[in-house]
């Protein structure tokens, strides 16, 4: 069996349930050892055996379940790719890369396209498996940035929830004012009011008529069907990613917190539509044909406001992994055919010569890290490990497990999350039928209002995203500060400890004596001596437990032994 992980972007989650869906449908792929799939970082790590299936099964595993994995793609040349018999071993070569997709091989212009997941497949990878087929790149291949490209679509996620959100917003606002020019063609309907929004809008609306008494000869049906155009594209583009998500739950027999909104906005649009241009049908039954356009415009509103509220959140607990890797040095100067050139820190390969000069930073006897600082002298070393195999590279892949991982008291959060949408969907209808039977006239207008508030309040949004965003935190705070924690079930468990036993005196401290404070002479009878009374000669200087390799441990428990100043007072 051969073990392999990768951590794959999902895309179209928007709760904890959708998270619990992708998670099942990964789990029951063949070769899946475990999935883990994480609301708040839009990644599920997946450990699999890659002698029984590919990323790209996975993929289509995700896809089955209703959502989609992010992916790159690049295209780059290939000499001599027209004089090849065939292009099949190269394709074929490139697809058994972890983390490609696919890749096709044109032979006519002398390219190869290749999808793959970003983060996972690198360009060093690509021109290897070239290389193994039998075929040379016509150049190296552009290395694409992750944590760049996520950068810039969490960007792009937040430009496009803020437009939606503002739409929404101004509609809302609209369309309250025109409800409020509603109820002043029938003041005396205050206690027909249906619901708890109209109650507080009446008193406002009754002021209104005293103020502007001609605003009660519009004609309510023309108010009715500009509402009913204001509130069109809130619902046609603001809020079109509830319903798409709503038909995508339904088309796989899922349901998320976008069915939630879907349905119960959908239901009153729907049902305001029928009062707007049917509204025979209520007054032939003794009803007010009344339209609940603010609220579904409201409703909107406000998830929008939650939903970008999160895409702010989520795009600042990653700046973490950013900060990690960008002390990564751009550049670096190598000993190549006896002669020094300054080249990108991305062509380094095993082997090379490279000179880190004062105040430059490591681009990769004992052994140097990457990102380490040279403060003074010129040294040169050789590269072992470059890109994601050096220490930082692995430092920051190690961060990005850490928080694609769940803690152990997420999982009761995921099983609540599962069960929860269609347990609020069999209320909604049980309160409606409620309503409907035994609630006051217009029984219908009740039932209805209270099958759509019981759809909207219940968001789970809140229990999925609680748990995941203080692992982001937590483990994103400790990279900074230079603590790496393993995992969500170690940060954890870590909340348990009381007591902590440190040993080894060099690991845990700066390993440079540093003088903390001076004790001087005093009189037998306590007072201090006079600057000229001080005797010319060494005194105990008290200094921090630290040591370097260089110090010698002491019988006072391995710190090095208390320094000594010459006093000159």
């Known amino acids: ?119 996972t497949a690198t360009a060093e990878d690509l021109e290897r498996a070239v290389a193994a087929a039998g075929f040379q790149v016509a150049a190296p291949i552009a290395e694409e940035d992750p944590l760049e490209r996520e950068r810039l679509a969490r960007r792009r996620e937040v430009g496009t929830l803020a437009g939606k959100f503002v739409v929404a917003a101004v509609a809302t606002v609209v369309t309250m004012l025109g409800s409020m020019l509603l109820m002043t ?66 088309k796989h027999r899922t349901a998320d917190m976008n069915t939630l909104i879907g349905v119960g906005t959908g239901a009153a649009y729907l049902y305001s539509l029928v009062a707007t241009f049917a509204p025979g049908l209520f007054a032939a039954a003794g009803r007010e044909a009344d339209v609940y356009y603010e609220s579904v415009c409201g409703i909107i509103a406000l998830i929008l406001l939650g939903r970008l509220l999160e895409a702010r959140a989520k795009g600042r607990t990653s700046q973490a992994i950013r900060r990690l890797a960008g002390l990564r040095a751009k550049t670096a100067h190598v000993v190549r055919d006896g002669r020094e050139a300054e080249i990108a820190v991305e062509a380094l390969v095993p082997g090379d010569l490279v000179i880190v000069k004062p105040g430059e930073k490591i681009a990769i006897g004992d052994e140097v890290m990457g990102a380490t600082l040279n403060t003074t002298g010129s040294i040169t070393f050789r590269a072992t490990r470059v890109g ?23 999982r009761l959060a995921d099983q609540v999350a599962g069960v929860f949408v269609p347990v609020v969907i069999a209320l909604a209808i049980a309160a409606f039928v409620l309503w409907f039977d035994v609630g006051p006239e217009p029984a219908l207008v009740f039932a209805t209002v209270a099958l759509v508030t019981v759809l909207i309040i219940a968001c789970p949004c809140a229990l999925g995203l609680a748990t995941p965003t203080a692992i982001l935190v937590g483990t994103g705070k400790a990279a900074e500060h230079g603590i790496l924690i393993r995992s969500g079930e170690a940060l954890d468990r870590l909340s348990g400890v009381r007591t902590v036993l440190l040993d080894k005196t060099g690991t845990i401290t700066e390993g440079r004596p540093t003088v903390t404070h001076i004790i001087t002479a005093k009189r037998p009878d306590g007072t201090s001596l006079a600057p000229a009374e001080v005797p010319e000669r060494p005194r105990t200087v008290r200094s921090r437990c630290s040591r370097s390799r260089s110090s010698r441990p002491w019988k006072g428990g391995g710190c090095a032994a208390p320094s000594t100043v010459a006093s000159s007072r």
């Open 1 to 119: 069996m051969s073990k392999a992980r990768i951590l794959l972007p999902i895309e179209g989650m928007s709760c904890a349930a959708c998270a619990a869906t992708v998670q099942q449908a990964l789990g029951r792929t063949d070769g899946v050892a475990s999935a883990a799939v994480n609301y708040a970082t839009g990644k599920a790590a997946v450990d699999y055996d890659d002698a029984r299936t590919q990323v790209a099964e996975l993929i289509r595993s995700v896809r089955a379940a209703g959502y989609d994995c992010g992916k790159a793609s690049v295209t780059f040349a290939v000499d001599q790719l027209h004089y090849a018999p065939s292009v099949a071993p190269l394709e074929q070569a490139l697809r058994r890369v972890p983390g490609v997709v696919r890749a096709v091989a044109n032979q006519a212009t002398e390219t190869v396209a290749v999808d793959y997941v970003p983060g």
């Open 185 to 250: 063609g029938h003041a005396d309907a205050t206690l027909r009011s249906v619901d708890l929004l109209g109650r507080l809008l009446m008193p406002l609306a009754l002021r209104v008529q005293e103020a502007v008494p001609a605003l009660s000869a519009i004609d309510p049906y023309g108010i009715r069907l500009a509402l009913a155009v204001l509130t069109l594209p809130v619902v046609v583009w603001s809020g079109q990613q509830f319903y798409r998500g709503t038909w995508s739950g339904l």
């Open 388 to 410: 994601k195999d050096s220490a930082l590279g692995q430092i920051v892949q190690l961060v990005e497990e850490a928080q694609a991982t769940k803690a152990p008291i997420q």
